[in-house]
């Protein structure tokens, strides 16, 4: 599934080393197990195959259905967690993914299920025909976009079953995109009935050789490039092959796989390895911090997780700067395993290249690659919130004197228009006026930038405690919702945390109790079912009022 993810979202107008790694989760999972007992990625699949075989039943597999493997994860102690999607009669089943874990022998140890309920449909055939989802679709944009003139819109209907919102039904899943009057993208999924024609739910989709670089905000940086005849190409062999090119203030006529044309992404050149300036005035300035956010990023999941790459194959994703003409945003997006930034109108925004926002953008597609959190209702505002805990934990693991790491997101491209001087803010969401602090049930109802508040609540509670301290110069205030008072672990314990519950135990429905029961899990995991870290976990999700 293709996912474009903004770092912005909606808001109110202008309101206010790997080996070292591997060591580390082999004291923590298994001090005794050996690297060489450890099974291979294919040994884990084929050990989860013979496992499903024998546990179909339980997992609600028929004869009508059919599973492909998205993910492998295989522990230091030779643990297997197995990730799947399924398909019904050849139709995708939204929230039919689930995971198998395996002990170290290959012996079954359980399943997590994005749906329990049994996939059984009458029929395969839509009573709703394709061109009506379609032209649904397109008015749910238009109404999504009020005010705005959209051009070249398109939608696209694809039948599958969706098992997300209750009994399993026939819908149609169709993508709307379209160029707004300034030729930037906008996107939004509707979900149909397909055979009372009624909506079931709909989201945005557009959520996104050792050289140096002056940056326009980290200052002077490494780069590492590739020396060609006559210089050097900002193309980062050492990291999947990673590049950064000039979009040419041009705008895509595709999104979601539906290409009549893409934006350019031409490699940035350079005479004598020494790129650009510090300032706008030269283009390479944004191309550097857009390439050292990419190292960066690409650091952070490695050095600590092990990770190797945004969908941990080992290849580069690419950059794109100047996109478009005052843009305002910056996002990720799948189908082209690219990130693109504009440039800022200058009064709101700078050009949105900054670390943290380029370590939001890149978790949005480890977050695809692993639990592919739905983008709508909590397990969205969960989405978000796995971008803004690891882009804030690239800028702490990145040390860069010039940008400390710190719990705001976007602070270095805000400008004075916006009203305030971040984005958002991790130890206290509600500071910017619509975030929120504390779980509640209508919190589903809220977009998913500011529903994703409570679990950046939790992330700061979890790593820094409670009450107010000064983090990298910025002084950081944060009450519980309970009135308890909370005890950090530290941010490397909450990263360890996160991504093991993300990419082993969260699958696409995952909403806040969910994520309450995965993150405890994977403390149990790391730290043991009666141990510091854990209780800890449960205290944090107490304070912002996810209880068991």
Known sequence: MSRIRHVLGSRPALAGTAAATAILLTAALAPTAAAAERPSRAEAVENAAAAL?????S?????????????VVVDADGAQHVRYDRTYHRLPVLGGDFVVHLAPDGAWRGADRATAAPITLPAVTPALPAAEAADLAARALRAATP???LEKLTARPRLVVDALHGTPRLAWRTDAVALD?????VARTVLTDARSGARIDAWDRIESVTGDGRSLYGGTVPLETTATGSGYRLADATRGGTYTGDAANRTDLCVLGLCLGRAPSAVFTDADNHWGTGTAADRASAAVDAQYGTDMTWDYFEDVHGRRGIAGDGKGSYNRVHYGSGYNNAFWDDTCFCMTYGDGDGTTFGP??????????MAHGVTQSTAALTYSGESGGLNEATSDIFGTLVEFHAANAADPGDWLIGEKVVRSGFGRDALRYMDRPSRDGVS???WSASLGDLDVHYSSGVANHFAYLLAEGSGTKTVGGVRHSSATCDGSAVTGIGRDKLGR???RALTVYMTSSTDYAGARTATLNAARDLYGAGSAERAAVAAAWSAVNVTG
């Open 53 to 57: 075989a024998d546990h179909a039943d």
């Open 497 to 499: 945390i996160w991504y």
């Open 181 to 185: 009057g300034l030729g930037n993208p």
């Open 352 to 361: 949105l290249v900054s670390l943290d926002v380029a370590g939001h953008e």
């Open 59 to 71: 997992l609600g597999l028929t004869p009508d259905q059919r599973t492909t493997v998205r993910d």
């Open 147 to 149: 005010g705005r003139v």
């Open 436 to 438: 929120a602090d504390c």
